[in-house]
């Protein structure tokens, strides 16, 4: 059972580059999250997909771009990365409303 | 601005006494409240949960009590273990939206 899983697990790219960070879910839920977090902030969510063919900001959505490609997967993309979104990325899933939303390892990268 | 605080970054606790965590909100459409608990290099794991209908609930070892006049939730650990040396987070929501606290490092000390 894997759960949430993200790709990749660490990545490091210049300013100026563009990646997009992979996520994909395989227990059927219906929303879906990114997250970033860093030292004493806690985790603050970047982009949310509350259901497959939507999505919306979240607390700090500049610099990011998201596709809910299907119900399975949702991915963030960095068009120009910036020393700033140095940070680890998670992704998590649930079935919305009042239920607990479960998280994938996460992606640590480094723009340097 | 942060919507849930967590006061305390750390609590160093002695292992089989109780370990107190506490969280503050201010939005009053929160109605779902959430602990999570994160070791390091992996994500966060869900511990237990509070809907703001109930002021208590209870799961094991670990207790989450929910003042809302006081907009004041807190985790109850008893008796600690070492393996619940973590990170703990506290998280609420309105809706689809889950906001985090900046989490508190629990160490248990043998």
């Known amino acids: 059972n894997a759960g949430v899983t993200q790709t990749p697990k660490f990545q490091v790219l210049k300013t100026g580059q563009s990646m997009t960070l992979q996520c994909a879910q395989d227990?059927?839920?219906?929303?879906m999250y990114w997250y970033r977090q860093d030292p004493g902030m806690g985790l603050r969510l970047i982009y949310y997909s509350a259901s497959e063919g939507t999505t919306d900001k979240g607390e700090v959505p500049n610099g990011y771009n998201v596709s809910r490609l299907n119900k399975r997967e949702f991915s963030l993309r960095l068009e120009s990365a910036a020393p700033s979104q140095t940070s680890v990325y998670f992704c998590?899933?649930?079935?919305?409303?009042?239920?607990?939303?479960?998280f994938g390892q996460g992606t640590r990268l480094t723009v340097v | 601005d942060q919507q849930v605080k967590q006061n305390s970054p750390s609590l160093s606790v002695q292992e089989g006494r109780i370990s107190i965590l506490n969280c503050d909100y201010t939005n009053s459409m929160f109605d779902y409240f959430l602990w999570y608990k994160k070791y390091p290099a992996e994500g966060p794991t869900f511990l237990i949960s509070i809907s703001s209908i109930k002021d208590k609930n209870e799961d094991g070892r670990f207790t989450v009590f929910l003042n809302k006049s006081a907009k004041h939730l807190s985790l109850h650990i008893v008796p600690s273990q070492p393996g619940d040396s973590a990170v703990y987070f506290c998280?609420?929501?309105?809706?689809?939206?889950?906001?985090f606290g900046a989490g508190t490092t629990v160490t248990v000390r043998a």
């Open positions: 998280a609420a929501r309105p809706d689809y939206k889950l906001s």
């Open positions: 998590a899933s649930s079935e919305g409303g009042q239920t607990e939303a479960f």
């Open positions: 227990m059927n839920h219906n929303s």
